[in-house]
T-cell receptor
Framework: DTEVTQTPKHLVMGMTNKKSLKCEQH?????MYWYKQKAKKPPELMFV???????INESVPSRFSPECPNSSLLNLHLHALQPEDSALYLC????????????????FGPGTRLTVT | GQQVMQIPQYQHVQEGEDFTTYCNSS?????IQWYKQRPGGHPVFLIQ?????EVKKQKRLTFQFGEAKKNSSLHITATQTTDVGTYFC????????????FGTGTRLQVTL
């Protein structure tokens, strides 16, 4: 199974709401990622988890809070978002890069299309 | 910071014509990956190149990694409508194997 699943597919939320995005993979991957993608732009890395620990935070505002409850699940908690946060949020997973080893291919989920009103 | 630029931004071809997208990094890359994103879809991994000057083929797609490991190209021979989408190159920051920086992307449109 090479599938990464994400829920929900679409989400509309107000600026005062709290919501969560969920991501799941069953490939045994120990690295998981959150990306943000605006229309006609490349994906931008937000967070990286390696072995369930946060290893990279790309200076993302605190209104985005990631969580990795176990090796298969990745959540992104959203609170007090701004309209400019509307975007496609992509989750990805890969084998965890080892020291001196080339980065592995990433498997992306279908994304959650988020609209902040 | 590291930048990965792709040209052209957009190309429209007739089915059967060839297509090439070029990827240029501001710094040396230890390896480079290529992804395809169909309209309304998500990025899908195509291939990874590791060695300087490496050339790999997948059916009608030919991928090259430059000698200096700062540029790469994807060439599609005899495009088909199924080739429509945005092609991204992506590479890790030197010393940061967990972090992929995606290129700006080339959007390909193919018409009959």
């Amino acid at each position: 199974d090479t599938e990464v699943t994400q829920t929900p597919k679409h989400l509309v939320m107000g600026m005062t709401n709290k919501k969560s995005l969920k991501c799941e993979q069953h490939m045994g991957h120990r690295a998981m990622y959150w990306y943000k993608q605006k229309a006609k732009k490349p994906p931008e890395l937000m967070f990286v988890y390696s072995y369930e620990k946060l290893s990279i935070n790309e200076s993302v505002p605190s209104r985005f809070s990631p969580e990795c409850p176990n090796s298969s699940l990745l959540n992104l908690h959203l609170h007090a978002l701004q309209p400019e946060d509307s975007a496609l949020y992509l989750c990805a997973s890969s084998q965890a890069p080892q020291a001196g080893v080339i980065i592995y291919e990433q498997y992306f989920g279908p994304g959650t299309r988020l609209t902040v009103t | 910071g590291q930048q990965v630029m792709q040209i052209p931004q957009y190309q429209h071809v007739q089915e059967g014509e060839d297509f090439t997208t070029y990827c240029n990094s501001s710094t040396t890359l230890s390896n480079i990956q290529w992804y395809k994103q169909r309209p309304g879809g998500h990025p899908v991994f195509l291939i990874q190149l590791v060695k300087s000057g490496e050339v790999k083929k997948q059916k009608r797609l030919t991928f090259q990694f430059g000698e200096a490991k700062k540029n790469s190209s994807l060439h599609i021979t005899a495009t088909q409508t199924t080739d429509v989408g945005t092609y991204f190159c992506a590479g890790p920051l030197t010393g940061t194997a967990s972090k992929l920086t995606f290129g700006t992307g080339t959007r390909l449109q193919v018409t009959l």
